[in-house]
């Protein structure tokens, strides 16, 4: 995709999604409850941008954690930087979380060695989390069900989540063993992007935590539009949206990932008059203004970059 492509393909989406969010604020705005938000709403709501915030710093130091087991050293405002610039791509693009790792090597790509490398094991450590919380948090939400055939869907979507999240976060560490039993262009390709970074307790620290800060901010825009969901249920909306959004197609998988928060939310009791505001609250906070960040940060420059082409 030319430079010029990928700039009206992000103008059209943006657009399109500003018409949406327009169409359904002015059709929900009577049964969400925009009118009834308060000072106090608005308090919640800007300590759920304060929870992403802390999302994106932790993802940056999941990725100083495996520059560092590489060798190089990166400080924490480069390594914040790098983690918006990489979710800002991954925003912006088409399946752009393919190339989140190469928008975070390249934002630091002459301060250390081995980013490339500790960019895709943070990238692949993410998914991996995202994953096995997702199935944790169906199968916990399905032990309280009586059992019906949806209940066991359920319980087989969360037994292949688990495994699944597990094995990304077994093999993340690994990459460099996985390597290995490539054909040979592909190693040519990948290069020195796969190679062993294995995990500790702080990297492991830093995963769970950026998920859980995710997950908080969610739950503080639910709760400043009063609705009242269990923690369970929380993870297992957020994960499922999350994994939604990961299809390719559209950048940041719009569309995907509010039909999945709709669709999971639904599936918990909540109405779509009551959810569709949440829903756009939450995808501006944890979508648009983390994009919007990471643009000044840097990711303009990274898509004029022949790096994005890769």
Do not use: C
Not at 97 to 125: E, F, I, N, Q, Y
Not at 160 to 184: E, K, N, Q, T, Y
Not at 268 to 294: D, E, K, T
Request: aromatic share 10%; glycine share 12%; no cysteine.
């Amino acid at each position: 995709m030319s430079q010029v492509a990928r700039k009206r393909w992000i103008l059209v989406m943006a657009a399109v999604t500003f018409v949406i969010y327009a169409v359904a604020f002015a059709l929900f705005y009577d049964d969400a409850g925009w009118a009834d938000l308060g000072w106090r709403a608005a308090f919640v709501l800007v300590a759920a941008v304060a929870a992403q915030a802390v999302a994106v710093w932790l993802f940056g130091e999941l990725f100083r954690q495996g520059v560092a087991t590489a060798g190089g050293v990166i400080s924490p405002a480069e390594s914040f930087r790098a983690a918006l610039v990489g979710g800002s791509v991954a925003r912006l693009l088409p399946a752009g979380g393919a190339v989140t790792p190469v928008a975070m090597a390249w934002t630091v790509r002459h301060k250390a060695s081995g980013t490339g490398g500790a960019a895709v094991r943070a990238t692949a450590l993410n998914y991996g989390g995202l994953t096995f919380a997702t199935g944790v948090g169906a199968f916990v939400h399905s032990l309280g069900e009586a059992r019906t055939e949806l209940v066991d869907g359920m319980r087989i979507f969360a037994g292949v989540a688990v495994v699944a999240g597990l094995a990304v976060i077994v093999v993340a560490s690994r990459l460099g063993a996985l390597r290995r039993w490539l054909p040979h262009w592909a190693r040519q390709r990948i290069g020195s992007a796969m190679v062993d970074l294995p995990t500790d307790r702080l990297s492991h620290l830093y995963l769970w935590g950026r998920i859980a800060a995710e997950v908080m901010a969610l739950a503080l825009v639910l709760a400043a539009f009063g609705l009242d969901l269990g923690l369970v249920e929380i993870v297992t909306v957020f994960g499922v949206s999350q994994l939604a959004a990961g299809i390719p197609g559209t950048p940041g998988g719009l569309g995907f990932a509010e039909a999945g928060l709709l669709g999971s939310l639904a599936f918990f009791g909540v109405g779509a008059a009551a959810a569709v505001a949440p829903v756009v609250v939450f995808r501006i906070v944890h979508y648009w203004l983390p994009a919007g960040a990471g643009l000044v940060a840097g990711t303009s420059s990274f898509l004029k970059s022949a790096e994005a082409t890769v």
